[in-house]
């Protein structure tokens, strides 16, 4: 069982931690172009 457990450890760690980091990355590059673009956050999801 633990090794299951481990196996799924594995597999959706990066996951999250990329959903993290795409998140952190997205708001960051929002606030970076908002006197940029004027379409802004309305393009993401």
């Known amino acids: 069982m633990n090794?299951?457990?481990y196996l799924l450890a594995c597999l959706l760690l990066p996951i999250v931690w990329g959903i993290v980091v795409n998140k952190?990355?997205?708001h960051w590059q929002q606030r970076s172009n908002k006197n940029h673009d004027p379409h802004g956050h309305?393009?993401?999801i």
């Open 24 to 26: 952190a990355f997205t």
């Open 3 to 5: 090794d299951v457990l």
């Open 42 to 44: 309305d393009f993401q």
